[in-house]
């Protein structure tokens, strides 16, 4: 176990630096907390998804610090090496395009690997369009599950949703102007009509917050095409519905053959291995035997 005090020396080693996870605007330069610019201003080196974009925020609070890129695409390479310079006592502050790191994107990677080696990971708190989305929604915050960007194929999606159908909780999800149209209707058929929030450009002076159903929604964005990247708050099911949905599903197999079940597993997007292995928990099966008897055929 590694336990972590951040502003104690006791238990920490001297010789290391320090991961910061620095919060920046979701659109508005006035979401930057006074915090944040002191940090990026302390530190050795930042570390930003778009160098481009971080730029123009650091030029805008007058910091000078050196900055360097990681990201999906060079997250191999840079992150070992961001790294070993933490290891020799430098502090590093990691940032996003906008709102927190590590949020759906490759900094969760660089924040783990980090931790696992007794480097102190600290948070700077600040915007994120997530939270902001819920709370403005109408919907209830009391309960609320985060599910990051929706899969871009049909199958995946469908599976998808129907893995997060019985969930009580408030669902955020983050959504393309390009992918939203076609979303949707998918969440209708497999979701029904529930309320829920479209939410984009916060913070900004385009600002938009729109409240209705699943239905209403798809309407409104053929009226209005969509511009810039949504978050999407879906309202949960009840613990009434949840316990009829489970009821429905269980053992919504037994009429197929071993065969069949397996297929609509994988018309859901399952590779035939997982679709075997589930199949066989189902059942409460061997997967082997499972296996042998569809592979024969």
């Not at 919060?23 to 302390?42: H, S, V, Y």
């Not at 930003?48 to 990201?71: C, G, M, N, P, W």
Request: hydrophobic share 35%; with cysteine; glycine share 6%.
């Amino acid at each position: 176990m590694i336990v972590q005090r951040s502003f104690s020396t006791e238990g920490q080693r001297g010789d290391i630096g320090t991961l910061y996870l620095v919060g920046t605007p979701i659109g508005n330069l006035e979401d930057m907390t006074f915090r944040a610019i002191r940090t990026l201003k302390e530190v050795d080196l930042i570390a930003a998804e778009d160098t481009r974009q971080t730029r123009k925020l650091l030029a805008h609070f007058e910091i000078a610090t050196r900055l360097v890129s990681y990201h999906e695409h060079n997250k191999d390479a840079s992150g070992p090496e961001l790294i070993r310079l933490l290891e020799t006592g430098q502090s590093i502050a990691l940032v996003s395009d906008a709102g927190l790191p590590a949020i759906s994107d490759p900094g969760a990677d660089l924040a783990a690997a980090a931790a696992e080696r007794g480097i102190a990971v600290v948070p700077i708190p600040g915007a994120n369009a997530a939270l902001s989305a819920l709370i403005v929604s109408g919907l209830s915050t009391d309960n609320f599950f985060f599910a990051g960007f929706p899969p871009r194929d049909r199958k995946p999606l469908t599976n998808w949703l129907q893995q997060l159908q019985r969930q009580e909780g408030t669902i955020l999800c983050y959504e393309s102007p390009h992918r939203i149209t076609k979303t949707l209707p998918v969440m209708f058929e497999q979701w029904g009509d529930r309320r829920m929030a479209m939410v984009r450009e916060l913070t900004k002076r385009h600002e938009e917050i729109a409240r209705g159903t699943i239905s209403e929604c798809i309407s409104w964005l053929e009226e209005h095409p969509p511009l810039g990247e949504y978050c999407l708050v879906i309202a949960g099911v009840s613990k009434e519905e949840a316990a009829e949905l489970r009821q429905s599903e269980q053992n919504w197999w037994e009429t197929l053959s071993l065969e069949e079940h397996v297929s609509r597993y994988e018309e859901q997007g399952e590779d035939r291995k997982e679709a075997i292995k589930r199949t066989a928990q189902d059942r409460g099966l061997q997967k082997r035997d499972v296996y042998n008897e569809v592979m024969k055929k």
